[in-house]
Every structure is written in structure tokens, then in C-alpha cells.
């Protein structure tokens, strides 16, 4: 399991504008560099991730090769209740990750 690191508020009022910012230790090879020895490394990348909201979607983006390693993505969401946010990251070799981080909103 990949080190995953989730910045956001703990609580917030109804209709708060949230930032979130997320981090996960991935290497994010791409597959075009060669090792010490000459042969080309396997392509290792994260591909997608997604985080929702109660299990509503709220953020998606797709991740390609030239996206550097343990990649950082920060986006902005509306406080609407009190829940969980899931937070979603998949990739190569089937990989998939989830983390859950709980608000309250009043």
C-alpha cells in the first residue's frame, strides 16, 4: 500500500468552498528510461484518480506518463453535509488505492 498524504478541513459550514490537496508515494515510471544495465524499465504509472463525496463524484482526472512521481493534486470542493470523502488512485499492474477522510459540516 502506497503512503498517501490528504490535506483538508476537518469541519466546515454549509457551503464552504474546501481545498484539498492529495500526495501518494508512486514512482510513476513511464517505461522509456533504462536502468544501470541498459534494459528499458516497465511502465508504472497512475492513471486515474477520483475522490467523491458521499458517493457522489466530485473531482476526476486522468494521469499520464509525463506526470512526475508521487504526483500532488489539489482541487476545490462545496461543503454540502456532514460524511466522508473517498479519495481513489489507480494504475498500472492493478493498482488501486482508496482513502476515506471524514467532515462535519454545520
Same mark, same amino acid.
Given at each position: 500500500?502506497? @503512503?498517501?498524504?490528504?490535506?483538508?478541513?476537518?469541519?466546515?459550514?454549509?457551503?464552504?468552498?474546501?481545498?484539498?490537496?492529495?500526495?501518494?508515494?508512486?514512482?510513476?515510471?513511464?517505461?522509456?528510461?533504462?536502468?544501470?544495465?541498459? @534494459?528499458?524499465?516497465?511502465?508504472?504509472?497512475?492513471?486515474?484518480?477520483?475522490?467523491?463525496?458521499?458517493?457522489?463524484?466530485?473531482?476526476?482526472?486522468?494521469?499520464?506518463?509525463?506526470?512526475?512521481?508521487?504526483?500532488?493534486?489539489?482541487?476545490?470542493?462545496?461543503? !454540502?453535509?456532514?460524511?466522508?470523502?473517498?479519495?481513489?488512485?489507480?494504475?498500472?499492474?492493478?493498482?488501486? !488505492?482508496?482513502?476515506?477522510?471524514?467532515?462535519?459540516?454545520?
Amino acid at each position: 500500500m502506497a @503512503r498517501t498524504l490528504i490535506t483538508m478541513p476537518k469541519t466546515a459550514r454549509r457551503g464552504e468552498v474546501l481545498e484539498i490537496r492529495t500526495l501518494i508515494a508512486h514512482p510513476m515510471e513511464s517505461g522509456h528510461r533504462a536502468d544501470g544495465e541498459g @534494459r528499458v524499465r516497465p511502465r508504472d504509472i497512475l492513471r486515474r484518480f477520483s475522490c467523491r463525496y458521499n458517493g457522489e463524484l466530485v473531482f476526476r482526472a486522468e494521469l499520464f506518463a509525463a506526470v512526475a512521481a508521487n504526483p500532488y493534486i489539489a482541487f476545490f470542493t462545496v461543503a !454540502q453535509s456532514s460524511g466522508t470523502l473517498s479519495f481513489t488512485w489507480e494504475g498500472d499492474n492493478g493498482f488501486a !488505492q482508496t482513502d476515506s477522510v471524514a467532515i462535519s459540516v454545520t
